[in-house]
């Protein structure tokens, strides 16, 4: 049950994280949250909502391991899109801003440990 909880709250992450992408980027909030001046948000929103959606597809699959209704073949689709998420937070923390290993990275990889282990 925690590994679910824990995979479910990764899922939610990136659900929120799709609408900040591609809903609310050239917004306040979303300024806000990824730094963008008003010029930088409305140039680049097209690659914004992309990321979005990119961030959405990690979601349903996350949330496709935990509705699974084969319980050892959803683990495997969690364990999947966990990596995933890992891969594009190190990806992220690397090339743009460092805060994306602690924010993205630390829940997956705490969600994908509790996966494994229990």
């Not at 929120?16 to 409305?42: C, D, H, N, Q, S």
């Not at 190190?90 to 602690?102: D, E, N, Q």
Request: charged share 10%.
């Amino acid at each position: 049950m925690i590994s679910l909880i824990l995979v479910a709250l990764v899922a939610i992450e990136h659900l929120y994280i799709l609408v900040l992408e591609m809903f609310l980027w050239t917004t306040p909030r979303g300024r806000k949250t990824f730094g963008t001046t008003p010029e930088l948000a409305e140039a680049s929103k097209s690659l914004a909502a992309n990321q979005g959606l990119y961030n959405g597809f990690l979601a349903a699959g996350l949330v496709w391991g935990i509705f699974h209704p084969d319980a050892a073949f959803g683990r495997q689709i969690e364990i999947f899109f966990l990596i995933c998420v890992l891969v594009a937070a190190l990806y992220g923390g690397a090339t743009a801003k460092r805060s994306i290993l602690l924010m993205q990275g630390l829940p997956a990889l705490v969600a994908l440990l509790a996966v494994l282990v229990l």
